[in-house]
């Protein structure tokens, strides 16, 4: 199969995925190829498959970004398919998973153009320290931390107001254990959970640090298989991002189906359970 692995012309940072799975597919006997999606000389109809994989500037492109999608989706097949990408694209999907009884982290969401007093909100709900961010976003774009106890309550409400007027915005609770035990992303491919990497808080500017976790727990696992199941949203790969509260449940942050990191250097087995998966759908599609 002729298979495009989407990035995009200027990456904002490193992808480690794409060598470990274009090997992946070239060794499984795949022609994969590397373009990026605002890359206007590409003939994405010429592929057999389009695996959306480091599209990591979408949120500064959007309106661009998703008509590419639409377009081609018309042309060949998409791998996640359109309607789960075009969910997972704003996080207010966070809502639903919610209502289906989902731990989120405690978030408010508000409209471009909304006009809030970020210390009224967060009296409100006894928040002392708050994370604000777009509601339309990849890796930390546009995202800051903010301590009102420290006196960053004027800091915070000029970043909510630059940014509201321009777009989505959400502001949702510091939870101080991403400060400890960090964050945990759960990688589901195929249906299967197969590595879980600890991931540490990073805002504007800031690089990643993740790492491999050696054992996944019962809560995980079940959380992870809770989240999927009320998503409801056909994918070949998932990565599920929970944080534990201050007594320790779990929450999820993000159910990520677009543009996940899945951190292949770290579980090669990841990409051949990855390549069998693009192999199984296709099989179905050309069938």
Same mark, same amino acid.
């Given at each position: ?80 398919p359109i ?5 997972? +694209? ?5 809502? &639903? #998973?919610?209502?289906?009884?989902i731990?989120? $982290?405690?978030? !408010?969401?508000? /409209? ?27 890796g ?48 589901v491919?195929?249906?299967?959970l ?17 790492? +491999? ?5 019962? &809560? #995980?696992?079940?959380?992870?298989t809770?989240? $999927?199941?009320? !998503?409801?949203? /056909? ?31 770290y ?21």
């Amino acid at each position: 199969m002729k298979i495009a692995y989407v990035s995009c012309k200027n990456l904002p940072e490193p992808d480690i995925d794409e060598i470990p799975l274009v090997e992946g597919l070239r060794s499984a006997g795949h022609d994969a190829t590397v373009a990026g999606w605002d890359d206007e000389s590409v003939d994405w109809s010429r592929f057999d498959a389009i695996l959306i994989r480091a599209t990591w500037d979408y949120a500064q492109h959007l309106d661009a970004f998703c008509a590419w999608i639409t377009r081609v989706n018309e042309q060949t097949t998409l791998i996640n398919p359109i309607e789960t990408l075009e969910w997972n +694209l704003h996080k207010g999907y966070l809502t &639903e #998973m919610q209502d289906a009884g989902i731990p989120i $982290i405690p978030t !408010a969401f508000f /409209d471009q153009g909304a006009s809030a007093s970020v210390i009224e909100l967060c009296e409100s709900r006894g928040w002392a320290r708050i994370v604000i961010k777009p509601t339309v976003s990849a890796g930390s774009f546009g995202t800051r931390a903010f301590d009102l106890c420290k006196g960053e309550v004027g800091a915070a409400q000029a970043f909510f107001d630059e940014m509201v007027a321009q777009r989505e915005m959400m502001v949702q609770r510091y939870i101080p254990s991403v400060d400890t035990v960090g964050e945990t992303a759960l990688i589901v491919i195929g249906g299967e959970l197969t590595h879980a990497i600890e991931k540490r808080p990073r805002f504007d500017d800031q690089d990643e640090q993740v790492f +491999l976790r050696e054992s996944i727990s019962d &809560e #995980m696992r079940e959380i992870a298989t809770k989240v $999927i199941d009320a !998503a409801n949203k /056909d994918h070949l790969y998932a990565r599920v991002d929970v944080i534990p509260d201050e007594d320790g449940s779990l929450m999820l942050s993000e159910l990520e189906m677009l543009e996940p990191s899945l951190f292949f250097p770290y579980c090669e087995r990841a990409v051949e359970v990855f390549v069998r998966g693009v192999e199984k759908r296709m099989s179905t599609v050309q069938s």
